[in-house]
């Protein structure tokens, strides 16, 4: 057990980065914490962690032990939620990855639902673009947009991922409304870049009039962030591509008007993965049968 308590306190301090913080969730002193994880150190012949007055950072030798100690904290948690009432019940921590723009727009608004529903749960939210490993451990379930690339998981397809090119009204007052792909050469166009891959995310538009032709789509501003492709949509600087799901309210309430819909093809589709045996955890089924309908 001794081993077990040493490995969470090192887990806490290297998803804080901080000794202090640490030691306040672990309700102990920051002292204690230290000390722990120097005693680890020791033990085990390495460097974990590279301290400086400002801040807490893994060594190369701290980062493998972390993915370790995650996995092995989360199966004796599992292990333990099989053998006792939570085989019936959720409860438990229940660490979610999501993309920024899927996790504020489509599960944040519907969060006190779950709670409500599921109050011993305690969900950690973690709204991030980066591919982080399920199979490490370090989360129960991801929320992927595109196809599933990790055949060691599980996985639930959602829903498929449909698109809208949109502006606002006043735009299209202006500039005119596009009647063909062609036609979006002689208007303003923002675009979203993968900041992981650098690469611009291509539009998904059918041939141009039926014609195997590539659509020039000009490239007036990009963004890294989808958030600001929405925003300079809706503030009348041109057309944008979003997903449909995305742009839903700002479509309803008139901010946006989309076009060219039946010029567009559905790309992809929305994925919820977890680790293999997981989904025994009644607090991982209530999340996974929780998320399912909001996109539909």
């Known amino acids: ?30 002292s204690a914490v230290s000390k722990s994880v120097a005693r680890l150190e020791q033990r085990l012949g390495v460097k974990l962690l590279d301290r400086t007055t400002r801040r807490v950072s893994l060594t190369q030798e701290g980062t493998l032990y972390y993915q370790r100690c995650v996995r092995i904290l989360g199966e004796v948690s599992d ?44 969900l950690e939210l973690e709204l991030e ?28 397809r959602l829903a498929p991922i449909r698109y809208v090119l949109c502006a606002s ?17 002689e ?16 539009w998904a538009l059918s041939s141009v009039e039926g014609e195997d032709a590539p659509v020039h789509v000009p490239r007036t501003l990009v963004f890294n962030h989808p958030e600001a492709v929405q925003l300079v949509a809706m503030d009348g600087m041109g057309i944008a591509q979003v997903p449909e799901l995305v742009a839903a309210p ?22 919820l993965l977890w680790p293999p045996g997981r ?15 909001l996109f539909r």
């Open 1 to 30: 057990m001794e081993t077990l308590t040493t490995m969470a306190t090192f887990v806490r301090v290297a998803e804080t980065r901080n000794f202090t913080r640490a030691a306040r969730q672990l309700r102990t002193t920051a």
């Open 79 to 122: 292990a333990e939620a099989e053998v006792s009432q939570s085989l019936t019940k959720p409860r438990g921590r229940l660490r979610v990855t999501v993309p920024p723009i899927i996790g504020l727009r489509v599960l944040v608004p519907q969060l006190r639902r779950f709670r409500d529903r599921y109050p011993e749960v305690q």
């Open 129 to 156: 673009d980066s591919i982080v490993d399920l199979a490490a451990g370090s989360y129960d379930v991801a929320l992927r947009m595109g196809e599933p690339a990790d055949s060691r998981l599980k996985a639930r």
């Open 169 to 185: 009204p006043e735009y299209l007052r202006k500039r005119g409304v596009p009647r063909t792909p062609s036609q979006l050469a």
């Open 187 to 202: 208007h303003d166009c923002i675009h979203f870049r993968f900041p992981s891959t650098g690469r611009l995310e291509p």
């Open 250 to 271: 700002a479509l309803a309430s008139g901010q946006l008007v989309a076009v060219l819909r039946e010029h567009l093809v559905e790309r992809g589709a929305y994925w």
């Open 279 to 293: 989904e025994r955890l009644p607090k991982l089924r209530a999340f996974i049968d929780f998320v399912g309908p």
